[in-house]
């Protein structure tokens, strides 16, 4: 398959990257920029899928090592896939799990051939290899697989940055040869924030011929600046045709400036963990429903949000939070939710409208006056 | 206001007391018989109202002392009222939370004038009397309020069932007069399992002249035999024309055997808290969700059942309490919402359809077949 097959760029900005298209995948088409919900063990906390759909989700992610371990994709592959599992009919790509596998601290080994770790579930010894983890995603039946990868954490010495990303390449061809379906498979550039190891990283990726190209290794506690020049020096030398993936990617102003550098996806916890937890944007700002300035506050979250959660009060879903009903996360999820797919919709309108310049300066703008970014809990 | 202003029966079974009718209400109009769902803090955990509805639900339950504490009836009223608070649109139901607290044990202190109280969210010494009560009701705005009473537990003596029976007549009386608006206000008759004290309770609300009756203090200990007696007495001596409503009852086969007797309301916790620790009643036993027969069971918890918990497999809504994913509980008190919705809409239909008789006999012959009836966490 080549970028071509997957991919369509239909409108480019004139100035910069920024660009609008179509991923076609076996369970639909995703216009982009896309973002996708957070669906870890394939649900996205508090919503149905019908609830998911109505955020205007196109696509969603799910976690290929989280479902390994509980249920197993064998019972979900018997049970008729992921998509029939959790009766979602869109597409669905599925991380690694090399994120979450290397976040386990002390608790895994790894080398050339594989890592192996203890499972967070039953505490027993697992092995993954780059082949077992193609395996699962191809069980799970999933639209987009991503490869098994090495990434660092922050801060790192770019020493270990070039040897996690050829490590990953290494995990990467691997994988493209273990890959036996038609199902797309990704492939995940590491290097974290140096030039050198992210422009070769690209380029090592790109050469193994898989169709897309996930930025991986940032926004792991470097900070936007740096973010983004990581992402800079990955996508310089790439070219344009690939659609771009950065994972685990992150606040309104990440996005407006990913995509102003090309990026097409993007997948992030926070609007649902923030809303979980109290926080909601809106237009006019961050909002920490939990203040007592909510109290009385008659007016609906934002009033640019046509959502269930927009048909009630402040001060109901205040209410709820403080009376501790499961009722305010939901809602708040939801809320976030439409909130980024409302972000990211405004942004392929603006690209297709050549409006994407102001588009971003608004965007940006609202963030600084809002003042401060959403604190993570 | 008259009963016949407030109810209408359609249909009476020919054998027994069982009939179908329509509540008028200002928020619309509710068949009978009828269940409604336990929204205590303004909210059904875990559904949003658009779900609520979907379950079938014509009327809510909330309660009136709990709202009162949190977040303050004059809050909910400038808010524009309960409905529009928690955006529910149908007729709700509030109680007034005389149950609630007499449940507080030793926390409260009651005579004939008031009941006073330890807030149990602020520790606040707080008063309610029988006035107050319909004040925070008038507040509220709900098409039905309840007045304060005094429950009896169980085991119980006659003497003091007798006693509380009256005090709740009087502070009836006290209510009655206090109301201002054209809300419709029911009478509650205690008198536990007593003959004599169930007969003299009935009387002396019906006296008062309140449009609805509610049967109050059963279910709490007494065991289902004990509890249908107690009905029986309550109800022997009414005037066919009041609509009834059994108060926090029950499981399936109690509201089949009360509306035999009569009855046309019920609210009960049982759907939405055993749906949230994971049990799920269906046409063919109740299912504990988290039971490892059910780990590849592709099959709907219900055939049945048209809800979207219906649309995903057994496996996958134990997935999601093995998970501790949140969709769990709401699915499953969706689904028991709907499984009770259907119960009473087959009970109105087979009454209708002069079939009342055998559809109780199959309802309970399913229950015995099922062996055993749900426990509760």
Redesign the interface.
């Known amino acids: 398959m080549t970028p071509s097959d997957l991919f369509t760029i239909s409108h480019r900005d004139s100035l910069g990257r920024a660009r609008a298209g179509m991923l076609r995948l076996p369970h639909g088409t995703v216009p982009t920029p896309a973002f996708m919900p957070v669906g870890t ?10 609830q998911i759909a109505a955020t205007g989700a196109s696509i969603l992610l799910c976690n290929a090592f989280h479902l390994a371990l ?2 197993g994709e064998d ?1 979900v592959r ?3 896939g992921l998509h029939r ?3 979602w009919n869109r597409p669905i790509l599925t991380d690694s799990g090399g994120y979450q596998i290397f976040s386990l601290g002390k608790l895994f080994e790894v080398d050339d051939e594989s890592v192996s770790f203890q499972s967070p579930v039953d505490g027993k010894r697992l092995t993954f290899t780059p082949e077992r983890v193609v395996e699962i995603q191809e069980a799970l039946g999933v639209d987009i697989m991503m490869p098994l990868d090495q990434p660092v954490g922050w801060p790192c010495e770019e020493d270990s940055a070039r040897f996690a990303m050829r490590r990953s390449v290494a995990w990467l061809k691997r994988a493209v040869a273990a890959k036996k379906t038609s199902q797309v498979l990704f492939g995940i550039a590491q290097g974290s924030v140096f030039h050198d190891v992210r422009r070769e990283g690209t380029a090592l990726v790109l050469e193994t011929g898989v169709p897309g190209l996930a930025v991986g290794g940032l926004a792991v506690g470097e900070g936007q600046d740096l973010m983004l020049k990581g992402l800079d020096f990955a996508l310089r030398g790439a070219p344009a045709q690939y659609p771009v993936y950065l994972m685990g990617v992150g606040t309104p102003a990440d996005l407006v400036e990913a995509i102003d550098r090309g990026v097409d996806m993007f997948d992030c916890v926070l609007p649902t963990r923030n809303g979980r937890t109290g926080w909601a944007w809106t237009s006019e700002g961050v909002l920490r429903i939990r203040n007592s300035v909510f ?2 506050d ?1 007016r609906p979250l934002d009033p640019r949000c046509e959502g ?1 959660c927009c ?3 402040r ?2 879903i205040r ?2 939070f ?2 501790g ?3 305010g ?3 708040l999820s939801f809320h976030n939710l439409r909130y980024y797919q409302r972000l990211v919709e405004g942004a392929r309108e603006a690209i297709i409208e050549k409006k994407w310049h102001l588009y971003k300066m608004q965007i940006l703008d609202r963030v600084k006056r809002i003042g401060r970014r959403v604190v993570q809990p």
Chains 1, 2 share one sequence.
């Open positions: 063990h394939a649900s996205v906390k508090g919503l149905t899928s019908d509980r249920p019972l018997e049970l008729g599992f959790m009766n109290r009385e008659a269930p048909r009630v009060s001060a109901y209410h709820l403080i009376s009903e499961m009722l996360p939901s809602l």
